[in-house]
């Protein structure tokens, strides 16, 4: 994916164009003075992202896991994602 650079100032002018330009680009970076400060998300990306803040959280004891989850594991598919 390219890397949308928008600066600071441009980006709240614009804050309505941008909203829907980041429905096509998942990810803009905001700048000010050549550096990123920030970034704006589309709504699909930023679900990505909780799932992935989740799940970096979770411990597991492979003792007290789960059946569903040892099925899950089991069945489980090398290079493929969960759904």
Known sequence: MQDILIGAADFARN???YQ????RVDVMKITSHGRVI????????????????RRERE???V???PEDLVRDIESAEYGVAPD
């Open 38 to 53: 920030g970034g704006y998300l589309s709504a699909r990306e930023l679900a990505h992202y909780e799932a992935l803040k």
């Open 59 to 61: 411990v597991l004891v």
């Open 15 to 17: 804050f309505g164009r």
């Open 20 to 23: 829907d330009e980041a429905f």
């Open 63 to 65: 003792g007290e896991l």
